[in-house]
């Protein structure tokens, strides 16, 4: 019987069943591998620990990584107490030259007052010293001396009077003229008169010695006068030398500002350093997640479908220059399908 319907194209087709999420399991660090816990066909759970990897090079990565660090920090802060050290002494140093520049400044502008000052008070000093050079020779000495010879005289005069008398009166004496008494007395007189006479010649001897010495010394303040004026003239070139002085210390000032500069060069070098620091740091923290991941556990539940290495073999590491060796294969078959292979025509005729 023929009837009115739609209809149906059937087209048979084979194919394989597939799990819709296969998994090659690797290392994210290199080594030996140390232990395979599970077998081809075994089931695992996620989180379930497959193969361990030999910690060994990692944990020793590991180590030098953080001696590394502490190298690194160890640097930093070596160069933090050096950029406090050099920047206190660049900045008393540079307290230092400004203070000098400022004294030796001032010291520009009173100089040619304090040579001329100098000068004017050796000179008056000079004079003095002649002055009284020539008081001495030409007044003084000769004013004692002349006193003292007329004293001499006059002493040499009593003493020769008073002879005359004692002559005369011994004279007497044997005429009972004058008496015992009275010729001792002049006796005694004469005595006297010796004396003063004496005495007035050592002193005059005396004063021959005074003022020769008095001369000396007043000849030698004379010299030293004409000493102290020669260099208080030569003096004169303190001026220019201070100008040179300024100079030098103008230069040791922008020294001192440059040496100031170098700190901050150092505090580029330092943070140069902390870069190093936190790229050894990076580095750390990448190697102590590497040796974390020694242990291979499983992402996901699923069928290990194939050990594709053994025990006691070297596996490469996956990271961006590596793909990395891969350890199972596993397969997550809670989600399967099947692979076939269609017919073009009849691929135009399918809905879902």
């Excluded at 540079?94 to 100089?111: G, I, K, P, Y």
């Excluded at 003493?159 to 001792?184: G, I, W």
């Excluded at 000396?216 to 303040?221: H, K």
């Excluded at 740091?281 to 053994?310: C, H, M, N, W, Y």
Aim: net charge neutral; no cysteine; proline share 2%.
């Amino acid at each position: 019987t023929v009837d009115r319907g739609p209809v149906t194209v059937e087209v048979v087709e084979t194919g394989g069943i597939e799990a819709s999420r296969v998994v090659e399991l690797k290392s994210r660090a290199a080594g030996r591998l140390a232990k395979l816990l599970k077998n081809e066909g075994d089931s695992v759970a996620e989180g379930e620990l497959i193969a361990l990897i030999d910690p060994t090079e990692t944990r020793l990565q590991v180590e030098q990584n953080r001696a590394q660090l502490r190298a690194s920090e160890s640097g930093v802060a070596r160069q933090r107490v050096e950029i406090q050290q050099r920047e206190v002494l660049a900045q008393a140093a540079l307290d230092r030259a400004v203070s000098r520049l400022a004294q030796l400044e001032q010291e520009l502008v009173s100089q040619p007052i304090v040579t001329k000052t100098a000068i004017q008070s050796a000179e008056a000093a000079l004079a003095t010293a002649r002055e009284q050079l020539k008081l001495t020779v030409e007044i003084t000495q000769p004013t004692a001396r002349i006193a003292l010879e007329s004293e001499v005289e006059q002493a040499t005069l009593n003493l020769e009077n008073a002879e005359r008398e004692r002559k005369r009166l011994e004279e007497l004496l044997p005429q009972d003229f004058v008496s015992r008494r009275e010729v001792d007395a002049q006796r005694l007189q004469v005595d006297l008169a010796r004396s003063r006479k004496m005495a007035a010649t050592e002193r005059l001897g005396r004063l021959t010695a005074q003022q020769a010495n008095e001369r000396r010394q007043a000849q030698e303040r004379v010299r030293q006068a004409e000493s102290d004026l020669e260099r208080a003239r030569a003096n004169r070139v303190q001026d220019s030398s201070k100008q040179r002085d300024v100079d030098q210390a103008r230069i040791a000032v922008r020294e001192a500002r440059a040496n100031l500069l170098d700190v901050q060069a150092l505090r580029a070098s330092l943070n140069q350093l902390l870069a190093q620091s936190d790229q050894v740091r990076s580095t750390l923290q990448d190697s102590e997640r590497q040796l974390g991941e020694t242990e291979i556990r499983a992402p996901f539940s699923g069928v290990i479908t194939r050990k594709l290495v053994q025990e006691g073999e070297l596996v490469a590491s996956l990271s961006s220059f590596s793909s990395g060796t891969p350890i199972v294969s596993r397969v997550d078959r809670t989600k399967l399908f099947v692979s076939l292979r269609v017919n073009e025509i009849d691929i135009a005729k399918l809905a879902q």
